[in-house]
């Protein structure tokens, strides 16, 4: 089943202990559409400026990846710039410029308002509930991604897009910012109130945990030697996540955990390199191998 992914394309600057890239292609529906296309279709909404090429638009072809959401604006593209110090955990932002996403008003081409699952990525609740009222058939799950900003700015509007989603990715700060709970169990009942009645708590280099009726699953950060560049981790683990449950059509707990797997394993893959690079060269074969090594990390007798 096709996936419907919604938030910005962007181009990034980003600086790491390990380089600097000036205008690096990013977004975090770039990162979530590659990512889940491994597993599934996509059909892509956002908007671009006119300095969006046809070079940048090649990381979607080839790919089930459908364009015809993505809009083209008069202006310049979403703009991001980041850098992270040696513990590569914490970034500053340096830079947003919101350019034509300033203006922007998500609009469903017909072909998508059938789509049973969607991921709506970081940006305002206004605008992902927006995109909810275009959907004409009940989605079988809506995900939902957000950050401190629209938590403090925009409480009101986050909660109730919060009532229309089934699925809650954040990260631990946020979630205990939104709960107002520190311990992470507490947070997940207080956030099951909202609306949501499974939270996935991304926590970098420490893994993932799902929380989700009474069963809590977690894995932990896949081992690396060479950490890159973390932007986009927390997309491509949603575009694993999300890809993992269309291409299965099911939401049952079993495919829940699973779908955590792929998403760890999405995620893993894009900090190797800077910015999309290594999701541009992934193969199917290499995040089957890292999902088994996944298994096996996690498996020991009682
Ligand atoms: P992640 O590292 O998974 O949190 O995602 C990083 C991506 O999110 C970058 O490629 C940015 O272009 C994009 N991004 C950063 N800030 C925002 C924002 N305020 N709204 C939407 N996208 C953003």
């Known amino acids: 089943m096709s996936l419907l992914v919604v938030g910005s394309v962007a181009f990034d600057a980003l600086e790491t202990p390990f380089g600097k890239v000036a205008r690096a292609l990013g977004g975090a ?4 559409s590659v990512a889940a296309s491994f597993f599934t279709g996509v059909n892509l909404v956002g908007v671009v400026g006119d300095d969006f090429t046809e070079k940048d638009a090649s990381i979607f072809r080839g790919r089930h990846i459908d364009l015809t959401g993505l809009e083209r604006a008069r202006g310049k593209t979403f703009f991001w710039a980041g850098r992270y110090t040696d513990n590569l955990n914490d970034r500053v932002t340096l830079a947003t410029e919101l350019n034509v996403f300033a ?13 049973p699952y969607i991921f709506l990525a970081n940006i305002d609740p206004k605008l992902q509930r927006s995109v909810l009222s275009q959907v004409s058939r009940r989605p079988k799950l809506v995900a939902l991604d957000t950050m401190n900003y629209w938590i403090e700015r925009t409480p009101a509007e986050l909660r109730e897009t919060l009532r229309h989603t089934q699925v809650l990715m954040i990260n631990d700060a946020e979630t205990r910012q939104l709960s107002s709970q520190h311990n992470l169990l507490r947070a997940a009942k207080h956030i099951f109130k909202l609306g949501p009645r499974t939270l996935v708590i991304k926590r970098g280099e420490h893994g993932a945990m799902m929380v ?7 894995v932990p950060g896949y081992p690396l030697e060479e950490v890159h560049d973390p932007t986009g981790a927390g997309d491509s683990f949603a ?24 998403g760890s394993v999405m995620g893993s893959f894009t900090v190797e390199r800077f910015g999309l690079d290594r999701l541009r060269t992934l193969t ?8 088994r090594h996944f298994r096996r990390l996690t498996q020991f007798r009682l």
């Open 29 to 32: 529906a770039t990162y979530c």
């Open 103 to 115: 203006t922007f008003n998500p609009k469903l081409p017909p072909a998508y308002r059938h789509s």
């Open 212 to 218: 989700h009726d009474n069963s809590v699953f977690s």
């Open 239 to 262: 575009g694993g996540f999300m890809g993992c449950l269309a291409s299965a059509g099911s939401t049952s707990d079993a495919a829940l955990r699973r779908a955590i797997v792929y």
């Open 284 to 291: 199917r074969r290499e995040i089957t191998a890292r999902a």
